[in-house]
């Protein structure tokens, strides 16, 4: 299969998930969420940014037999969006890994179209106002995919990013990129977040108010997270998992936070680091978390459709 019928597909994938995991807007278009908060035979394992490491994606699919999981309709791989655009000093400007991220992205969509779903980031356009130290990494990963790939391939791609769900709703869990809408939000709203610019923007940017202070139009503190569980119809202690705010700065050398801010099972995980690759993961029937951690040494053996 071509790079260019490769996107093809999984924009068709994406478009064409049924109702009950994908509701439809009300003009019929591909709603803001993806809803699994009813499944109860799945098992659930996410990821957070990966900024071009494909290599943490592949050895995630071998940690607790995920990839044979997802052959087998038994597992749903979640991953919390900024798939492209590698964060590291020194890297900024080396786009060939978000390409291949991609490339396998869509090959794993096109395997298991219902069981591998990525939540936009704020990485994943081609917006020139995204940048890191002053380097606009979107633009200069739209001016590597014409080169590689022509224009055709990368308006797909860009069709690919608008098509991305913003927020995917789990049995004991809920997932953004960025963090909640100040003051909450509705499933229905939810569904139909393409007609509110400002709050796309905050699922995909918000960050958390680190300091106590009252949370500016930017950020979003604990009563956001209480209210948003409460609209969406969660208890008081279902698990909110989000990415895009790693807290690198605090010290220790993981890259996952449990319960920060002190509130109960909110979690920050990043998997964008080459030596480090939390896999979190959800079980059936079980109310809290499991833990896990990607092999990223050992090349495991690949599972292959049609081994059974």
């Known amino acids: 299969m071509s790079s260019l019928e490769a996107v093809e597909k999984a924009i068709q994938h994406l478009s064409n998930l049924p109702d009950s995991i994908r509701p439809k807007t009300v003009d019929g278009s591909p709603g803001g969420i993806i809803d699994f908060s009813g499944s109860k035979d799945k098992e659930f394992f996410i990821l957070g940014d990966v900024h071009g490491m494909v290599n943490n994606i592949k050895a995630s699919l071998a940690t607790d037999n995920l990839e044979e999981k997802l052959a087998n309709d038994e597992a749903v791989l979640l991953l919390l969006g900024d798939l492209v655009h ?12 978000s390409l291949e991220t991609l490339d396998f992205l869509f090959e794993l969509i096109d395997r298991f179209p219902r069981n591998v779903f990525s939540i936009r980031g704020n990485h994943d356009t081609f917006d020139r106002q995204v940048s890191k130290s002053g380097i606009r990494q979107a633009e200069l990963f739209q001016n590597y995919l ?10 797909l791609v860009e069709q690919f990013f608008d098509l991305m769900p913003m927020v995917f709703l789990g049995p004991q869990f809920f997932c953004i990129h960025a963090g909640p809408i100040r003051g909450g939000a509705t499933r229905e709203h939810l569904i139909e977040i393409s007609r509110y610019d400002s709050d796309m923007f905050q699922l995909m940017w918000n960050r958390i108010n680190q300091i106590g202070s009252v949370p500016n139009n930017k950020e979003y503190g604990p009563e956001d997270i209480a209210i948003s569980k409460e609209l969406l119809g969660y ?3 279902a698990y909110l998992i989000v990415g895009h705010n790693p807290l690198l700065d605090r010290g220790g050398d993981d890259s996952i936070w449990l319960n920060v801010m002190g509130v109960k099972n909110y979690i920050i995980t990043y998997n964008a ?28 053996s690949r599972f292959v459709l049609g081994d059974m």
């Open 86 to 97: 590698d964060d590291r000093v020194g890297y900024l400007t080396v786009m060939e890994p």
């Open 146 to 155: 014409l080169d590689q790939r022509g224009e055709e391939y990368t308006n």
């Open 235 to 237: 208890p008081p202690d």
């Open 273 to 300: 680091l080459p030596e480090k690759c939390p896999v979190l993961i959800f079980r059936k029937n079980e109310t809290s978390h499991t833990l896990l951690y990607a092999d990223l040494k050992i090349e495991k």
